[in-house]
């Protein structure tokens, strides 16, 4: 028989409860299983009048109550251990991929839990030191460079072996993906790509070192190009992907061009690993708002990664 995929259920407060329903009522497969609590799933689906199987639940019972959209210790380190648990049985092979729900960063921290989020605890988890946040949709896809950090401390981080980590993740995801050789683009961290060092060195020092690397090894990389028209429609068209300086330079084109239909992927670990690219959504939690299209999307890829 073969390993169900596994969709994670996130923070229990937020919409990922509701939106695994919509997913798990739709699915024919029946490969595909959640991790979650049952109970807590039964009475969601009640209350939103959505379908039920107790069998397509794989259960963790929740210790505690909780309120929708309220950030809670409890909260937080019932979504950590749904996630802990995937992870596990997905090494060991009981799994054949995992897809997560939101998290909610601040519920995490409330429970002990002290990561940034889902990429960083992966990392850590399945000791996988090659690894990146890559984001993809039909209009556009961006792998990131740095993710959770604060925006001053993104030129300290921006080393050209990290760089080149990166692009040499998303190129060999993307040609898999695609089926042939991905072309890729690097925009700058600067105004104008730095305009030859007048508006920063990055891009002299850092940037171009990383793209002649990768140049060297065959990959076909554009850049650095200047931030401002490096997602204009006549370019996205000749490029499968972008390998982003820090987290809003890819996640602001992303979400405003396919913001229901974006997944997240983890590239370079040993587990299949697909998620939304939305949060927990607290002001739509519980009340049948929030739309399944981006859960719908991560499942897909994840099965296409799992064969």
């Known amino acids: 028989m073969k390993s169900p995929l596994i969709i994670t259920q996130g923070d229990p407060a937020g919409v990922g409860p509701e939106l695994a329903l919509q997913v798990l009522s739709e699915d024919r497969s029946g490969d595909l299983k959640l991790l979650g609590c049952r109970e807590l799933h039964r009475k969601i ?18 210790e505690g109550e909780i309120e929708p959209g309220k950030v809670s210790a409890i909260s937080g380190d019932h979504s950590f251990r749904c996630l802990e648990a995937a ?16 998290i909610h960063k601040e519920a995490w921290h409330l429970a002990g839990h002290p990561f940034p989020g889902h990429t960083e605890y992966l990392v850590e988890k399945t000791n996988s030191p090659r690894h990146a946040m890559m984001l993809t949709s039909d209009e556009i896809t961006c792998a990131l460079v740095t993710t959770h950090v604060a925006l001053a401390d993104v030129p300290d981080l921006l080393e050209a072996d990290r760089m080149l980590e990166v692009i040499e993740l998303t190129h060999e995801a993307m040609s898999a993906i695609k089926g042939r050789p991905a072309k890729l683009a690097m925009p700058g961290l600067n105004p104008h790509a730095g ?91 519980w009340q049948g708002k929030a739309r399944a299209t981006s859960l719908q999307e991560a499942v897909k890829l994840a099965r296409r990664l799992c064969l």
Do not use: W
């Open 195 to 285: 305009e030859a060092g007048l508006f920063g060195r990055e891009e002299i020092n850092l940037i171009i070192p990383a793209l002649e690397k990768a140049r060297a090894k065959g990959i076909d990389i554009m850049g650095p190009i200047s931030p401002d028209t490096a997602f204009l429609p006549t370019l996205r068209k000749t490029i499968d992907a972008y390998v982003c300086t820090y987290h809003d330079q890819g996640l602001i084109p992303l979400k405003t061009l396919a913001f229901d239909l974006g997944v997240n992927v983890t590239l370079g670990l040993p587990i299949v690993r697909t998620s939304v690219d939305h949060g927990t959504a607290f002001d739509l939690a």
């Open 45 to 62: 689906a009640d209350r939103l009048s959505l379908p039920f199987n107790p069998d397509q639940i794989i259960d963790l019972p929740l």
């Open 87 to 102: 992870v596990e049985g997905a090494l060991a092979g009981k799994y054949s991929g995992v897809v997560t729900n939101p």
